[in-house]
Each structure stands twice: as C-alpha cells, then as structure tokens.
C-alpha cells in the first residue's frame, strides 16, 4: 500500500520571485511519473483452502474466500489505442492461488508524427 500511495502522490510546494518590489508566487505540483495512473482492481488472491462453506448458495461448486490484487493502471485515451489485444483484459488461473486480468499484450506509445520526424531527421 505504502508503494502505491508513495507513486500516485501529488507533492506541492510554491516559489516566491520578486520583480520591481512585487512578490509572486507560484504553485508547482509535481508526480513520480506522467500520466493519468489510478490503483485498479486486477483480480483475487485465495486466503483460504477450495472447499464448501456453511449455506453456500451452490452446494455442488466449490468455494474460496478471496481478497482483491490491486496495481496501478494507466487511463489511456481509445484514439490511442492502435491494437485491440492491448484494450482486452482476458482471466488466467495462475499458481498461489491468484486469479489475474492480464492484457495479452500491453501498451506501447506510439510516437507523434512530431517526435517520428525529429527521429528520422534528427
């Protein structure tokens, strides 16, 4: 929890400047990286053995006390998006007990039509 706190936080802090015997001041809000990050729910953690519970609504399917993995996700605007399998979440059973939402393939920027000619004539 500390990491996610430490990489969404917001730091603040203001710089005077004098000119001509008047004082400004300016906010600066600075942030570990760039981008819209929010913590998003990504699947479950198993924290208890598969079994039956007490009045379990389905008595012929197993069950499992779960809790939710949390990460950071990237809000990306659907213009940027140039391959479906980077916008589809898709369900895998992993080993520990961990039932994950994993993108086949994950996001890549691509660069502006700016920064490909500074690229090419630079």
């Known amino acids: 929890m500390d990491a ?67 990460t950071l996700g990237e809000f990306v605007m659907p213009f940027r998006i140039t391959d479906l399998d980077t916008l589809l979440w898709h369900y895998a059973e992993v080993e520990n007990d961990l039932y994950l939402c994993q993108q086949k393939k994950p996001f890549t920027e691509t660069p502006d039509i700016n920064e490909a000619e500074e690229i090419t004539h630079g």
């Not at 203001?14 to 008047?22: A, I, N, R």
Request: hydrophobic share 40%.
């Open 4 to 70: 996610l706190l430490d990489y969404l936080a917001v730091h603040h802090r203001c710089e005077v400047t004098s000119e001509d015997e008047k004082e400004t001041v300016h906010w600066i809000s600075q942030r570990k990286a760039k981008g819209w990050l929010v913590p998003i729910a990504t699947g479950f953690q198993g924290i208890s053995a598969l079994g039956h519970a007490l009045q379990q609504r389905d008595a012929d399917t197993p069950h499992r006390f779960a809790e939710s993995v949390v």
